[in-house]
């Protein structure tokens, strides 16, 4: 994913990404730049500087189109990023979104609504931890919706692919 993103980076935004950013013990990966031409891309796609997380909305740009390419890449983006992949034995495989932005989460569902995928939503708000922030979280746990999900948008994220592949050979397993 680290990789797809910094050829994003190159590709797109016309720069030489600074080398990630690993959080210890966090599990997460920063890339980060201040240069006036990648700030005013995102500028022009509705997304503000500084903090956004409670307010960040999909651009209109990509709401307005009607090109399903899009609106897959998109979502396959948005879920790579904030999104998991889950499932138990014995239950429905889950996939869901959680976000800090109500508004994101009700235009995630608004996207996956126009390409045939039903995701409910809810508010959930932690009960312990550092971050009592409120998340928006979007769900969907048919299991055709699921495998749909997976394999129509699916993620660049490689811990998703790994939980369903395995979640599929066990599937499998059980059939035989």
């Not at 609106?71 to 983006?77: E, M, N």
């Not at 708000?125 to 550092?130: D, S």
């Not at 811990?159 to 059939?175: A, F, G, L, P």
Request: aromatic share 10%; hydrophobic share 35%; charged share 25%.
């Amino acid at each position: 994913m680290i990789l797809q993103v910094m050829g994003l980076v190159r590709n797109i935004l016309g720069i030489e990404p600074i080398k990630p950013y690993e959080h210890k013990g966090r599990n997460e990966i920063m890339i980060r730049s201040g240069q006036r031409q990648v700030i005013n891309f995102f500028l022009s796609y509705g997304i503000p500087k500084g903090r956004k997380a409670g307010t960040v909305h999909v651009p209109k740009q990509i709401l307005e189109s009607r090109d399903e390419t899009i609106t897959k890449a998109f979502l396959r983006g948005l879920f790579s990023t904030d999104g998991c992949f889950s499932f138990q034995i014995d239950r429905s495989p889950r996939a869901e979104i959680q976000v800090k932005s109500e508004k994101l989460r009700d235009d995630f569902v608004y996207l996956a609504g126009r390409l045939g995928f039903l995701f409910r939503s809810y508010l959930y708000l932690p009960p312990r931890g550092k971050n009592k922030a409120p998340l928006q979280v979007a769900y969907t746990t048919q299991t055709k919706q699921v495998v749909r999900w997976m394999e129509e948008i699916g993620s660049i994220k490689d811990s998703h692919i790994e939980h369903y592949n395995h979640w599929k050979k066990i599937i499998e397993t059980k059939r035989n």
